[in-house]
């Protein structure tokens, strides 16, 4: 299975824009990107993913390179609701092995 | 509303004995999988299942079992062989079809205690 690389963690200021990065350079052409992220004592929510292309949602912006080995999740606004531990994951089209990573740990900063 | 229930949310077993957590959904969802989380640490895949009748091991079996005789449930059994069984336990979901561009679902976890 890829792999996925995240800092460990990642701290910014309340309302303003915060981007955590995601490595993963050994991607497969049928892999799509995730992001989860996980409040304190609660199961993992889902954020966003895409493919190839960058997406926006109501959460969140994916930003991903042209040759797909890294990706950015962007908080427009941050606020001191989106601290949390923030998981990049691959799912691979046919296989539905889902498998995380240790993800960044977001601290928010009022 | 649609969702995962897990139940307890917290469990408390004496050392040697077995449990079973529970792991219920109402999405019609085909694939269910089991993850434990260790303070400070991801998410381990335990056990995963694509279809009724159908499981497959995760990075991390050794000490649980799992069924899935209905798609609506999947419970995981912490056996007497686990080692180290104290730990957050989450279940989540996620539709078969087209499985990787969809969102999984997680239940709110069981915080399971061995004494």
């Known amino acids: 299975d890829a792999k996925t690389t995240q800092p460990n963690s990642m701290e910014s200021n309340e309302e303003e824009p915060v981007h955590l990065p995601c490595n993963h350079s050994t991607i497969s052409g049928t892999d799509y990107i995730h992001w989860y992220r996980q409040l304190p004592s609660q199961g993992p929510e889902y954020v966003i993913h895409g493919l190839t292309s960058n997406v926006n949602n109501r959460m969140a912006s994916l930003a991903i390179a042209e040759d797909r080995k890294s990706s950015t999740l962007i908080l427009h606004r941050a606020t001191l609701r989106d601290a949390a531990v923030y998981y990049c994951?691959?799912?691979?089209?046919?296989?539905?092995?889902?498998?995380f990573g240790t993800g960044t740990r977001l601290t928010i900063i009022p | 509303d649609g969702g995962i229930t897990q139940s307890p949310k917290y469990l408390f077993r004496k050392e040697g004995q077995n449990v079973t957590l529970s792991c219920e959904q109402n999405l019609n969802h085909d694939a269910m999988y089991w993850y434990r989380q260790d303070p400070g640490q991801g998410l381990r895949l335990i056990y995963y299942s694509q279809i009724v009748n159908d499981f497959q091991k995760g990075d991390i079996a050794e000490g649980y079992s799992v069924s899935r005789e209905k798609k609506e449930s999947f419970p995981l059994t912490v056996t007497s062989a686990q080692k180290n069984p104290t730990a957050f336990y989450l279940c989540?979901?996620?539709?078969?079809?087209?499985?990787?561009?969809?969102?999984?679902?997680f239940g709110q976890g069981t915080r399971l205690t061995v004494v």
């Open positions: 989540a979901s996620s539709t078969e079809t087209q499985g990787a561009a969809r969102e999984a679902f």
């Open positions: 994951i691959l799912r691979r089209f046919g296989n539905e092995k889902l498998t």
